[in-house]
């Protein structure tokens, strides 16, 4: 159902004392995306106009986040300075924002440092305040432990105000309907009482919360739209929301992942951000923190110990054991580590084997190629059919220019154990490399290159050595 036209804003001008952080509140990440980047992907879920973040504390940071963030939408910032509550925060809009005061739609009030709120919740709420039409609605939740939010006040069946729990009275402390500081308003006509907020309280600041109170004065519909699962509206102010926040989207993500197929075999243990995609079939073991925007095809065994960021793409039917994975693309039937590193950019294709002790960098790898112990490539192509020995490294750095170089192992090269590669070279078509050397010129198809001192021979030497009472050279 559409809603009628809607604009939002998100109030992200506090610093967060409580984080004791040098960055700003809402920049802090959950699963690698900062809380204020959680709440704008929710309301892209929704049809807002346009979203206004009213930035102040680190604004330059938080609008470098906001610069770089792609919204479907238009969003803006307003600048709070100083910050003297959340209610001279939304003033700043009406003060700032000419263009806002012709605007006679609904205004959604979102809190940058409340990230699990469902989309779903917004369009029940939105909806409830148009079917009601109410000026005010406020998204109210039951908390088994309220200590720290607002409590809702009720008298018969309307709400009168919210209490701070820095100003609540001992009986009022036992309210547990709480307010999550999300709210649907009448922009032309709750706006204005904006205006007549006081710092009459224990904080000193403009509360938001007081507009509650003077709507009902003023004789307007204030309406309460209750939250099933008050999980959705934890609030981060301290570290240990943060990680209460982690543990709830993780949960709702395994939960998620198991009713599509997957098996989980200890969600205790297993970390995956909501970004994460994962097929049928396939299994996470213990140990697992994946995070990003990452896709993993059917009948995949990732873990025990596994860790994957920055944009994975891995297909049908891949293991990955004891590694570490980021940004990176691996193909289908492909066996990883245990104990490899992919990253930035490698490309690998199906039927490859990556073992112990294998750093593949920028590397584009074909299928049917193995580089299974004790190697590092990086800034490399190898072709199909490749095998890579044991301690291979390509030498990619050139310390006099800083720049790296680029290795290619074309199709069907064979490189012998501990040997160095040094960039830019190429070794070519079905070649191979002996065992021990350091290449230096480009191999060509079909050739063998050694390059290592010859081995010489000395008849009986340790013989004589044990027998002589003084040292024999060789
Ligand atoms: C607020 C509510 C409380 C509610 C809780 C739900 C008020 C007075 N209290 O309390 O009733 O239960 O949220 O999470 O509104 N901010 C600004 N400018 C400011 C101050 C804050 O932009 O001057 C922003 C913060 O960055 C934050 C949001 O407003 O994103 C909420 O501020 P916070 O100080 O965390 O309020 P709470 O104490 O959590
Ligand atoms: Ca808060």
Redesign the pocket.
């Known amino acids: 159902m559409r809603q009628n036209q809607f604009k939002a804003v998100i ?4 610093k ?1 004392t409580r984080l004791k952080s040098d960055l700003p ?2 920049l802090h990440p959950l699963f690698g995306k900062p809380l204020l980047v959680r709440v704008l992907d929710t309301l892209g879920l929704l049809s807002a106009e346009e979203a206004c973040v ?1 930035v ?2 680190g604004r330059d940071q938080v609008s470098e986040t906001l610069d770089a963030y792609e919204a479907g939408y238009a969003v803006g910032t307003v600048v ?1 300075e100083p ?7 939304l003033l700043q809009v009406r003060q700032k924002r000419a263009d806002w005061q012709t605007f006679d739609g609904d205004v959604l009030i979102l ?4 990230p699990l709120l469902e989309a779903s919740t917004l369009q029940t709420m939105l909806q409830a305040h148009q079917a009601e039409k109410n000026d005010l609605t406020v998204l109210v939740a039951t908390m088994d432990n309220p200590f ?3 409590r809702v006040l009720i008298e018969g069946q309307s709400v009168v105000r ?1 209490v ?1 729990q820095k100003d609540a009275t001992d009986t009022e402390k036992q309210v547990k309907t ?4 999300i709210y649907c308003l009448n922009w032309a006509k709750v706006s204005p009482l904006l205006e007549q907020l006081s710092s009459n309280n224990a904080q000193g ?1 403009f ?3 007081d507009v509650i109170a003077l709507a009902v004065q003023a004789g307007y519909r204030v309406g309460l739209s209750h939250l099933d699962d008050p999980d959705e ?1 934890l ?1 981060v ?1 301290a570290r240990a929301d943060l990680a209460q926040c982690h543990d709830v989207l993780n949960q709702r993500t395994l939960n998620r992942l198991m009713a599509d197929g997957v098996t989980i075999l200890h969600p205790a243990s297993t970390f995956i951000g909501p970004e994460v995609k994962i097929g049928a079939d396939s299994t996470v073991l213990p140990g697992c923190y994946l995070q990003g925007d990452i896709s993993i095809g059917k009948r995949c065994t990732i873990g025990p110990h596994t860790t994957m960021s920055g944009s994975v793409e891995i297909a049908d039917d891949v293991k990955v054991m004891q590694s570490a994975v980021r940004d990176s693309r691996i193909g289908a039937f492909s066996n990883i580590g245990p104990f490899a590193q992919l990253r930035d950019g490698v490309d690998i294709s199906h039927h490859v084997n990556i073992g112990n002790f294998v750093e593949v960098k920028k590397t584009r790898i074909d299928h049917h190629t193995n580089a299974a112990h004790l190697t590092y490539l990086g800034d490399a192509e190898l072709g199909a059919d490749v095998n890579i020995g044991a301690g291979t490294i390509t030498a990619n750095y050139d310390p006099v220019r800083d720049i790296k170089e680029r290795t290619v192992i074309a199709d069907g090269a064979k490189i012998g154990s501990n040997s160095v590669l040094i960039a830019p070279v190429t070794v070519g078509e079905n070649a191979s490399v002996a065992a021990g050397s350091v290449i230096t010129k480009n191999v060509k198809p079909w050739d063998l290159a050694i390059a290592r001192g010859r081995q010489v021979d000395i008849t009986g030497w340790v013989k004589r050595a044990k027998a002589s009472t003084v040292e024999v050279k060789p």
């Open positions: 109030l992200a001008a506090g967060g509140k809402v009213i102040g504390h709070q910050q003297l509550g959340t209610g001279h925060a809190s940058g440092d409340v720290g939010y607002g919210v701070e709480v307010n999550t500081g600041e509360y938001l919360t509206v609030g102010n």
